[in-house]
């Protein structure tokens, strides 16, 4: 059953409600499933994902054991590739 009810509120609660609600709303958004448009991540970025020191991540793209990019000297990492790279527990040649 359902309940209507009228009340008054001010600028400022009106405000605060409906920024309650909305924060309410993004905590709830469900997972992005994994199907969806790949990220592209820096070095840093990879790393944490990975879990691994950035300075892994340098040695790991230097001998080719990971999987990345190179545009224009900056060095990115596919989100899904990397995440699938950790899943497979092998060594992925770079293209």
């Known amino acids: 059953m359902n309940t209507t009810f009228f009340t008054t509120l001010s ?25 969806e448009e790949d990220t592209l991540l820096d070095t840093k970025e990879a790393a944490e994902l990975i879990k691994y020191e950035v300075t892994s991540v340098y040695g790991l793209v230097k001998r080719k054991k990971i999987p990345f990019c190179k545009v ?14 950790i899943g497979s527990g092998q060594q992925v040649v770079a293209q």
């Not at 905590?27 to 992005?32: A, G, V």
């Not at 224009?72 to 990492?77: D, I, N, P």
């Open 72 to 85: 224009e000297g900056k060095l990115l990492f596919s989100r899904k590739k990397l995440l699938a790279w």
């Open 11 to 35: 600028t400022q609660e009106f405000q605060e409600l409906i920024e309650s609600s909305v924060r309410n709303v993004v905590h709830l958004k469900p997972p992005r499933p994994d199907d």
